[in-house]
């Protein structure tokens, strides 16, 4: 049994290769592991609230079986500054643009927590993208609030493996506190339900059983909103990536290979 007072970190994946690209809302970088397949889309991950290095391991997994990319926004992880502070729906122009200059050809495009609120916005009419997914999606409206999601995020901390917090840190002292608030602040007001009501091709939602964050019941009702879509629980809290990198791995190639 793993002792719950040590810190765990799951294993990152080697040979990851490192861009950036020079949009109009500011420089982003991207890792990519992997190499493409024939007849599998390439996956696109957008990182979570601020931080994206423990999104890694679960990238490693994707890589098995197609190249995959972590997409970090601007302001964050690895990426340069914006011109200004963003909203969500331009966290979305900013991706689509990646996709746009990237040219990959059809990929999953992919975001956990609220990073699955900037994949919802970029996805909307981009013809690169066949189909969605949204991993441990944000913000349920049982926490749309900034109180009610600090105590429903306090809550599912206590459902997580340790080592999760030491990793998000250094992400997040680089960030800095106001730019964090601001970025919880324009997740709270941005409504999910509406790019994914737009959304004209499949989708899968994915949430972990433990998570407080999402629910079960607010899950389902998203997936319903698309066309095609599928809902899936695998086990673990909000961050379940975290845990298991393989958890969302299956699930994912499943959905990418109903594309083709």
């Known amino acids: 049994m793993r002792d719950k007072n040590r810190s765990y970190a799951p294993p990152f994946p080697r040979n990851v290769i490192t861009s950036y690209h020079d949009?109009?809302?500011?420089?982003?970088?991207?890792?990519?592991?992997?190499?493409?397949r024939s007849g599998v889309p390439e996956v696109v991950l957008v990182q979570g609230m601020g931080v994206a290095d423990y999104l890694m391991p679960g990238l490693g997994a994707f890589g098995e079986w197609t190249r995959a990319h972590l997409?970090?926004?601007?302001?964050?992880?690895?990426?340069?500054?914006?011109?200004?502070?963003?909203t969500v729906p331009e966290f979305g122009r900013a991706v689509a643009d990646w996709l746009t200059a990237r040219q990959l050809g059809r990929v999953v495009l992919a975001g956990h927590s609220s990073g699955t609120q900037v994949a919802a916005q970029a996805a909307m009419g981009h013809a690169h993208v066949p189909g969605v997914v949204l991993a441990s999606p944000t913000v349920d409206?049982?926490?749309?609030?900034?109180?009610?999601?600090?105590?429903?995020?306090r809550?599912?901390?206590?459902r997580e493996p340790p080592g999760?917090?030491?990793s998000h840190r250094?992400?997040?002292k680089r960030a800095g506190g106001p730019r964090l608030a601001h970025l919880v602040r324009a997740h709270l007001k941005h409504v999910i339900e509406e790019p994914v009501a737009r959304l004209a091709v499949p989708l899968l939602v994915i949430r972990g059983r433990d998570d407080v964050i999402s629910t079960r019941r607010w899950g389902r009702q998203l997936a319903a909103l698309a066309p095609a879509s599928e809902y899936v629980e695998v086990a673990g809290a909000h961050t379940f990536p975290?845990?298991?990198p393989h958890a969302w791995s299956e699930p994912v190639?499943?959905?990418?290979?109903?594309?083709?």
């Open 170 to 172: 250094p992400e997040w």
């Open 253 to 260: 190639r499943r959905f990418a290979t109903r594309l083709t």
């Open 71 to 86: 997409v970090e926004l601007p302001g964050f992880a690895g990426s340069g500054d914006p011109p200004h502070e963003l």
């Open 242 to 244: 975290w845990r298991d």
């Open 141 to 153: 409206p049982v926490a749309r609030g900034l109180m009610r999601l600090l105590v429903r995020w």
């Open 164 to 166: 999760l917090t030491q």
């Open 23 to 36: 949009g109009p809302l500011g420089r982003m970088r991207s890792r990519a592991v992997g190499e493409p």
């Open 155 to 158: 809550l599912d901390g206590r």
